[in-house]
């Protein structure tokens, strides 16, 4: 394994970093201010002016959208790049995460979107959403979760997806719809039940349905520990009753929703940990300028030997994950997802709680001001925490890679 970056990667950073200190990070504070004053789940106007820059430098549509980074081969948006070539430039962007994955138009649940469309959509579909999400024209969502049933199990889904001649006819309740909030979302992805009484993992499809569709009512915007995720469009709760949309919207064919979903999530969860790896660089950095900016108890900070170990730690702790995070791109590039299951469970097991750690540490030295709006820190952790539940919680990956590493002792007993 050789994770050392091509030239073009090195390229690609070094432009990012560039961006990132040019206008990214200045940017912050601008669109901060934005929210304040526009409509609730808008983007901030910065955000055009980001993307706008960024299409100029050549930043745009980093993320792979297929299996084994074929990034739409033939379609002139796609960067092209593998997995690994990606991973550093992921990283960087997650030292911002509310602006810089947007700004390159490389942000979920947009990318795990394109990546569905990519690989399963007709040419149609592709013609009406792939080409307006690849451009940053419209924005998306994925409706999976729903709160009547334990979401972590995805054979639990109860929305139902009915054939009615020509059409389809979809009921049920969805939360945590990313996204979804931002008027801007033309479309949503809808998981739902097709065949009850098919095997459990061939019971469930995914359909387009736009958001304008009779039927649909965005209740609610969910908060994450306080926090409306405006920057992001939000986490909608909506309702389907009786919505009808034509059966050329179904996505691959009856009964491939779970495969579909499994095919989404696994780069999905690559790129989030890639992301968290740049979020807990910034977090160090943060806590090893706050330690020799202070002084407690007649020495900065960083004199105080409990924070030395912090900080310690902290490096140990990122290295640690960023090889088994590249590892597991690589494994992704040579062998594909399927033969990269593990160490994708792995990663994200290991990574949020990493990022997590780091950036409570980070917290701890700042005191009162870590946990304010005058840093990052306190929704940084909001946004690991989460992690450690959306995609699939910690417990559900753990039992499956227990299941699997005792498959192999099983088999020699047999």
């Known amino acids: ?34 929210l304040g004053e ?57 030292r911002s995460p509310h602006l810089a994955p947007e700004s390159i138009n ?13 690989m399963f959509g007709t040419p149609e579909q592709q013609e009406r959403w792939l080409k307006p999400l690849l451009a940053g024209e419209i924005r998306s969502a994925f409706c999976m979760t729903e709160p009547e049933v334990a979401s972590s199990d995805a ?30 979302c033309a479309i949503f992805i809808v998981m739902g039940k097709t065949d009850p009484s098919a095997d459990r993992h061939r019971q469930q499809s995914q359909i387009l349905v736009p958001r304008d569709t009779p039927g649909v009512e965005i209740k609610r915007g969910m908060q994450v ?7 992001h469009g939000g986490h909608a709760e ?40 740049g979020m807990a660089e910034r977090a160090l950095e943060l806590m090893c300028r706050r330690a020799t900016e202070r002084v407690a108890f007649g020495k900065p900070l960083a004199a105080q030997g409990v924070v030395g170990e912090w900080i310690a730690e902290a490096r140990v702790r990122i290295e640690q994950a960023r090889l088994l995070v590249l590892k597991t791109a690589w494994l992704m590039d040579t ?33 009162g001001g870590g946990v304010s709006q005058d840093f990052p820190l306190a929704q940084m952790w909001a946004g690991a925490r ?24 099983s088999a020699e007993r047999s």
């Open 386 to 409: 989460t992690l450690r539940l959306a995609d699939g919680p910690d417990e559900v990956h753990k039992a499956s890679l227990a299941k699997r590493e005792l498959r192999k002792y």
């Open 106 to 118: 490389c942000n979920a649940p947009d990318t795990g979107n394109m990546e569905v469309l990519t």
């Open 335 to 367: 062998v594909g997802n399927k033969g990269a299951h593990t160490e994708i469970q792995a990663i994200k097991i290991v990574v949020p709680e990493m990022a997590g750690w780091v950036i409570d540490k980070a917290i701890q030295v700042h005191g």
């Open 155 to 184: 054979t639990n889904i109860t929305t139902r997806i009915e054939r009615d001649g020509d059409s389809y006819v979809i009921n049920g309740r969805k939360w945590w719809s990313s996204g979804a909030m931002n008027p801007r």
């Open 238 to 277: 909506i309702t389907f009753t009786d919505v009808r949309v034509p059966a050329a919207n179904l996505v691959a064919g009856e009964g491939e929703g779970f495969a579909i979903a499994q095919a989404r999530l696994g780069p999905g969860r690559i790129h989030h940990c890639m992301r968290l790896i």
């Open 38 to 94: 526009i409509a609730p789940w808008t983007t901030p106007p910065v955000m055009e002016e980001l993307k706008t820059e960024a299409r100029k430098r050549g930043l745009w549509n980093l993320v792979p959208l297929a299996p084994h980074g074929l990034s739409l081969p033939h379609h002139p948006l796609g960067a092209g790049l593998s997995n690994l070539q990606y991973a550093p430039l992921a990283e960087i962007t997650g």
């Open 225 to 231: 520990f306080g926090y409306d995720d405006g920057w």
């Open 1 to 34: 394994m050789d994770f050392s970056y091509d030239e073009r990667t090195e390229q690609l950073r070094a432009d990012l970093l560039d961006f990132m200190e040019q206008h990214v990070y200045p940017a912050e504070a601008v669109a901060e201010h934005q």
